[in-house]
């Protein structure tokens, strides 16, 4: 079966997929790895958040408030967690050197 499979899919698309399943090089850098470490806590966390926050709510508010504001404060924890995980990742890629610091368009004025 694989190999009637490996014959219908073109050589292109082969190579494509390989490519994007080799090993990521940027891995290799300690820091990159715990900054990995630090978003999986970052999203743990904030799924907890928002696991017990929902328990707590269901709880103590009735089903329509419920509803309602389950949904505000789960946006609120995930925004949240979005917006820790850009600041840690555009920190430690710049560390890193992997991007450039970019500096305020007001700043390049003469």
């Known amino acids: 079966m694989p190999d009637s499979l490996d014959a219908r899919v073109p050589a292109v698309l082969r ?26 806590v970052v999203w743990a966390a904030a799924n907890l958040g928002i696991a017990t926050l929902t328990l707590m709510l269901l709880w103590w508010l009735p089903l329509a408030a419920f509803v309602a504001m389950k949904q505000v404060s ?4 995930t925004f949240g967690a979005v917006f820790v995980t850009i600041s840690l990742s555009l920190r430690t890629a710049r560390r890193e050197g992997l ?3 970019t500096v305020p368009a007001r700043l390049l004025v003469a």
């Open 74 to 77: 789960a946006l609120g924890i």
């Open 15 to 40: 190579e494509a997929v390989a490519r994007d399943l080799r090993p990521v090089k940027p891995l290799a850098r300690p820091a990159v790895r715990v900054l990995f470490r630090r978003l999986t």
């Open 99 to 101: 991007i450039a610091a």
